[in-house]
DNA sequence: GTCTATACACTGATAGAC
DNA sequence: GTCTATCAGTGTATAGAC
C-alpha cells in the first residue's frame, strides 16, 4: 500500500515523491488504470521513467497510493462537516457547500476523478475494492445519522435513509465525471442543488 | 463508425456480429477502452480473435460503434418519456421512472456503464467527444422546456434550469457507477428519489 | 538517488489456410 | 466466414552505470 513501506501518509519522504504523486494523480485521472503507463507518468512529472520504481514497486502500488490518498481526504471532509452536535441541516448545509466548492473545484477534482476511475474500473484490483468499501461504509454511517435526525425534526425528506445517501453520493460522482469534461459547469452548480436530494 | 460501412442501425447483419458486439459490450464496460483486449472479447464471444477484424476494422471502431448505440438509445428514452403535451411534471415522473426501472437494470445498465467509460477514458477519443456532445446537447434541450415548463406551473422547484438537469443527468450517472459495483443497490432506489431532484 | 539500456510478455492488427 | 499463426510495436519491470 504505501510506497517502499515506510512512508507515512501525512508527509511526503522527499520532493521527488511528491512529484512522482503529482505526475500519477494527473494522468490516472485522465487516463484511467489501465489507459495510464508509467511512461506518461514519467513524462508528466519530469523525471527519468526508471526512478518511479524507486519510489513504488509496480504501477498497481501508485495507483493504490492515490485511491488510498483520495480516500483519506473524502472521510476527512464528511468527518469534519458532520459535527453531529447542532442542527443536522447545518451540517448537510456544511458538507455540500465543501464539497461543492472546494473538493469539485480545482486539483481537489483529480481525487474525485481517482475515485471514480478506480470505481469505474478497479473490479479487478482486490486490495482495492477493500478500502473502498471500508471507506464507503464509514461515510455512510457517519450519513445516516444526521439524516435520520434530519428526518425527525421534517427537515429532511420522507424516505429510506440509505437511499437517500446513495443518491446524495451519486449526485456529487456523477457531477466530478461531467467536470472531467466541462470545466465551466461548476459555476452554476452551488451546493443548494445537490440539497434538493434531501430537502422537505 | 458503423462496421464495415454497410450496417444499419436498427438490425445486425448476422447473429456473428450480435454475438460480438454482446461480448464486447460486457468487456468494454467491465475494463473501459483500454483496459479492454480483444483477446479478452473474442474469448468472451466464444469465437476466434481474429474474427473480429472481419466486421470491425479496429478496437477503437468496436467501442465507438457500442458508446453510439448506447447514446441512440438514451435518447430515445427521453424523447420517448418528454412528450411536451400535457403535466410537464407527468413527463418527468414517465422518464424517472423509465430510467430507473428499464435503462439501470438488468443488461441495459451496461449501455451507461459504456458511456460512463467513454466520459471518464474518451479524452482522446476526439471523434466519440463530438458524438456525446452532439447527443448531450440534443437531451438538454429537450429537457429544459419541460423543467421550465414545470417551474412556470410550479411543480419544479425554483432554480437555473441547466443546473437542474445536470444535477439530474450526474445523479444518474453516479447512480449507474454505483451500480456498477453493487447490484443490490438498484432494489432500494425508486424514481421518487431522482425526482426529489427537480421537486419543488 | 537518478539515469539509460534492455529483457520479456502482451497487444493490436494482418496474412493466409481452410 | 471462420480459424490459426505471426509481425511489429508497446508495456511493465529490472539491471546496472554514474
Redesign the pocket.
Known sequence: MSPRGKVLNDTM??E?LQKITGGALSIFAEYGFYG????KIAEATG?????I??YF????EVFIYLVNLALMKTREIFEKSLTQDGDPWEDLNTLSKTLIEESLTGDSVLFFHIMLQALAQGKHLPELKEHIDKNSQLIFEKMIHVVVKGQAVGKVVEGNPIALITSYLSMIQGLALYMFQDGSIPSIITHEYLLNVLRK
Request: proline share 0%; net charge positive; aromatic share 12%.
Open positions: 519522504r522527499s521527488t495510464a503507463t508509467m511512461k523525471l527519468s521513467y526508471g526512478l520504481y524507486h514497486k509496480s504501477k498497481e
